[in-house]
Every structure is written in structure tokens, then in C-alpha cells.
């Protein structure tokens, strides 16, 4: 795909990913998700939100195919599918602690 900056077209689909990723609490899915592959319960318990809210915002994420998932048992478990995201939140890590928002 070309370059955003060159390609309207490019800079939507772009743009796109941002916003499934710009929400707060999907942002801290994506981290969290980063380090470790997590069913819906232990997740919902680190993030201390609601299975339902939880549910709604992971729907989002696997909508815009950012998430994938597994079943095992009677758990589901997710996991990053988009190997970039990974970069992402590396570069928002650094970004946080440039600006002394984050603890390295």
C-alpha cells in the first residue's frame, strides 16, 4: 500500500486503525495483549471493567482484525493478530517516557 502522506486512500485506512486503538480502554487491551495471550475473565479482572464492557470493546478490536481468538475449554482467549500493534505501543511506551508520563 503506498505511503499516507502520498495516498488519500492510504491515510484513511490509517486512520482507521487509530481510531480502533485511540479508545482508552481498548488501548490498555492492545498493551495487555502485547505481553500475553488472556481470556476474557482474567483480562476483565486486570482492567477492572465489566465482561460486558469488556466484550463490547474486544468486539470492536476483532471487527477492525486487530484481535484474534482461541477457545480452549470453556475459556476464550485473545490475542494480538496484527504483528504491528506490538511496534505500536513499544513507540507509545517510549513516547510516555520521553515526556515523563510512564515509568521506564
Given at each position: 500500500?503506498?505511503?499516507p502522506?502520498?495516498d488519500?486512500?492510504a491515510?484513511?485506512v490509517?486512520?482507521?486503525?487509530?481510531?480502533?486503538?485511540a479508545?482508552?480502554?481498548?488501548?490498555?487491551?492492545?498493551?495487555?495483549?502485547c505481553?500475553?495471550t488472556m481470556?476474557?475473565?482474567a483480562?476483565?479482572?486486570?482492567l477492572?471493567?465489566s465482561?460486558s464492557t469488556l466484550s463490547?470493546?474486544?468486539?470492536?478490536l476483532?471487527?477492525?482484525n486487530?484481535l484474534?481468538?482461541?477457545r480452549?475449554?470453556?475459556?476464550?482467549?485473545?490475542?494480538?493478530i496484527?504483528?504491528?500493534?506490538?511496534?505500536?505501543?513499544?513507540c507509545?511506551d517510549?513516547?510516555?517516557?520521553?515526556?515523563?508520563?510512564?515509568?521506564?
Amino acid at each position: 500500500m503506498p505511503h499516507p502522506c502520498e495516498d488519500p486512500k492510504a491515510a484513511a485506512v490509517a486512520a482507521e486503525l487509530f481510531k480502533a486503538i485511540a479508545h482508552p480502554l481498548r488501548l490498555r487491551i492492545v498493551a495487555i495483549l502485547c505481553e500475553q495471550t488472556m481470556h476474557v475473565n482474567a483480562m476483565a479482572e486486570r482492567l477492572g471493567v465489566s465482561q460486558s464492557t469488556l466484550s463490547q470493546q474486544l468486539r470492536i478490536l476483532r471487527m477492525r482484525n486487530l484481535l484474534g481468538t482461541k477457545r480452549e475449554n470453556s475459556h476464550t482467549y485473545y490475542r494480538i493478530i496484527e504483528r504491528h500493534l506490538h511496534d505500536m505501543i513499544r513507540c507509545m511506551d517510549s513516547c510516555l517516557i520521553d515526556r515523563g508520563e510512564s515509568k521506564p
